[in-house]
Each structure stands twice: as C-alpha cells, then as structure tokens.
C-alpha cells in the first residue's frame, strides 16, 4: 500500500519507518510542524529528519511552513485543548497531502510515542479521515519503542526531550502545582 507518514521528528520514525517497509508498504514521510518552538529547535529537528532520511532512503515531503502564529491563534484561549488542536492540524495536513499525491493511506509517528495521547492522535486521524476522504491507516508503533530508541542511538539522532510546542517545553520544567493559572496567594 502506498502510505504517507506524518513524521514529528527523527526518533519517532525510526521505527514506524522500518516497520512499515518492512511489511511492504510504500511509503513517503511528510514533514510538517508548526507547533515547534522554539525556531532552532524546528531546525535542529528538521536536520534531524534529513540525517536520517539520507540514511535510511526515505522520500520526504517537506512543508517548513513556520506559522507560529497560525499555531497561537488555534489554542489561544483553548490550552487544556492544546493537544487536540495540535494534532488536528497536523493530521489534517497530512491526510489533504495523502489525498493530493493519490495516496493510500496516511498515518503519523505519532502513534509511536509513549508520551503522546494515543487514544486522542486516533481519534483526531480519523476525524481527518471522514473530512478529507482519505484513510487513516492505524498500527500501534508503541510496541518497537525499545527498538526504536536503541536504532536512534545507533544513527546518531538528537533525541528532544520535549513534544515541541512551548507548553510541554514548560511543563518538563515547572512543578505541576507551579502550572495552576491565575494569581497565587
């Protein structure tokens, strides 16, 4: 099947790469990240993606579109719907993209990190997928976590330690009871 994969960034598309050649499909990543921030850290992961797509021969189509404000003004006033909206906008892109190059399918590395919300990355790729008509091909990617962090390793990948919106870039830092809004007493 030909397959386009949402690709958020290196070390998460080690594995769903490997496992979906490896099952035959044909397949072509899609960059496309506007929620990273900040700037240096879209770029570092973008050189990230290129390392690694040169050495694993993967085709990528690249949308380096910064829209920083696009991304503010979607969950300005709707932060506890932050996630949500991140990955709406995103997966929508994909599946107009999957749609557009007559692909198959579309799916999202983001089905490969043990830290995102799995549940809500697949409703929201099946909300893209009643939207635009395309389908949303589901695997579980959490299952090579271990390998996939260990071939990272192996290439040399940077390695974030954030999602790469500004929100998780505070929350790895700020106590959670720090995170309360409004004036503190």
């Known amino acids: 099947m030909k397959i386009l994969l949402h690709i958020c960034c290196a070390p998460c598309a080690v594995y769903p790469v490997e496992a ?8 072509r990543g899609f960059f496309f990240n506007p929620n990273i921030q900040p700037y240096q850290e879209f770029e570092r992961r973008a050189q990230a993606l290129e390392t690694l797509v040169e050495k694993v021969k993967l085709p990528v189509i690249w949308d380096r579109t910064y829209d920083l404000e696009g991304f503010f003004r979607a969950v300005a006033f709707r932060e506890g719907e932050r996630c949500r909206l991140c990955y709406y906008q995103r997966l929508l892109a994909a599946a107009r993209v999957a749609r557009a190059g007559k692909f198959a ?18 409703e929201v790729a099946r909300q893209a997928e009643r939207e635009v008509g395309i389908p949303f091909y589901y695997e579980d990617f959490r299952v090579g976590w271990e390998q996939g962090r260990g071939r990272t390793r192996e290439l040399g990948l940077y390695r ?12 790895r830092f700020l106590p959670p009871q720090a995170r309360k809004k409004g004036p503190q007493a």
């Not at 979906?20 to 397949?27: D, E, K, N, Q, R």
């Not at 399918?105 to 697949?122: G, I, N, P």
């Not at 954030?162 to 998780?168: A, P, T």
């Open 160 to 171: 974030q330690q954030y999602c790469g919106c500004i929100f998780s870039e505070r929350d």
């Open 20 to 27: 979906l050649t490896g099952a035959g499909h044909a397949l």
């Open 105 to 122: 399918a579309f799916t999202t590395t983001l089905l490969y990190s043990k830290y995102q919300d799995h549940e809500l990355v697949r």
